[in-house]
Structure formats: C-alpha cells, structure tokens
C-alpha cells in the first residue's frame, strides 16, 4: 500500500507531481510557440501585404502630384510606412520558427547571437562547450526565447557595447549566464513594476522570462545595479 503522503506528490500515472507539471509547463511552451508562428506567417501573408501595395500606390502617387505641399504630404505618407514595414520585418525575423525540431541548441544558440550582432551591431561573447549536445523541445524553446528576450534588453535598454552569453550542461542542468557592460537597473524594483503591469507585460520582460522558467521548474536569478551591468542566470532540466 502506498503511503498516503506519497499518494498526495504522485500524479494518476504513478509519476511525481512536479514532473507532470513541468509537462504540462513544456506542453504549453510548445503550444504558444506554435500560436507565435501562425501570428508571424498570418501578418506576413496579410498585412504585410496589404502594406506594400498601399505602399506602391502612394509612390505612384507621388510622382503625379505637382503641388508642393501635397507632394510633401504624400512623401511623409511613404515615409511613415516605410518604417512601419521596416519594424513589421524585423519582427518577423526576430520569431520566424528557427528549427527548433531539427537544429541542435548549439546551432540555434549560434545563429541567434549572429542574428543579433548583425541586426544591432553590438558584440556578442559566445561560449559553448563542444560536448553541449541536445536537449528537450520544451528546454529548447524557453532557453532560445530567454536569450532573444535577455539580448534585445542589453541592446535596447543597457546602453551595453558588447554583452557574453554562456551556455553549458550541469549533472542534467542546462545554465545560461547572461551578462553585459551597461547601465544596470535595480532588479527588485522593475520585476515589482512589471508585477504590477500585470498581463499586459513590463517594459524589460523580466516577468516573462521568470514565467517561462518557472513552467519547466528552473531557476531564475538576475544581479544588477545602477552602474554596474548586468548578470542574468538561468537554470533548467535539459531532459
């Protein structure tokens, strides 16, 4: 007979309660992943599209218009959405699928931070151990969108002129250690201010990427200063 304070910690199947969640936290990775791409490839096939022909339209317009003033006007009309499909494109690149099925973490990790350094010109230190191998879809997944999320914070909110990534496996523990030369922040104060923003997210996603490691039962540590840079470290199960 099973003890009954074991019975309480397993699941129907016989398997730990903090397994099944860890599933079920995997599972739903997955399936937001998947909701993400139908999003990409629906704005792509949609208003992308609509866009450049409005786009096309306007630039013939512009061509027969012989006032000056509306000619400026019909010029800052292009302009705008001219940026507008500009901003659109680099969303579609930062999270058109990468392969997560078919690339090893090593690939992707790589042609994340290429991907980075090209589209921000900011440096990036990788180090990843030739022994990395794979890991589970779900691991994969949370680790790749963690990374994207940590670089573009460096990027966009640190003032950082290069930042290091460092990705190794520990006894079945996946660690990604994050760190960059910028400004710094004082952690407490923004995970506070993104919990009060709710739902609707905060300004350096650092609620998102708690959220994310917590689904798969890892580990979440972020230290920082004003002034003193940045260090994010995550851990989580690699099976």
Known sequence: MVNPIHERTLADNGLPMEFE????????LATTERDLQRIVLDMHDGPVQDLFAALSQLQVLERSVADATNQRRVRQAVGLLERALGEIRSFIGAFRPPGFERRSLGALIEGLAVQHETLTSQAVELTLPASLGDCALSAKIALYRILQE??????????????SVAVSVQAGTLVLIVTDDGKG??????LAREADVGVEGGHFGLRGIQDRVAMLGGTFAVQSAPGRGTRLTITLPAA
Not at 21 to 28: P, W, Y
Not at 151 to 163: F, I, K, P
């Open 21 to 28: 969640t860890r599933e079920a936290g995997g599972r739903l």
């Open 185 to 190: 922040f004082d952690p407490e104060m923004v």
């Open 150 to 163: 940590a670089l573009a914070n460096g990027h966009r909110h640190s003032g950082a002129s290069r930042q």
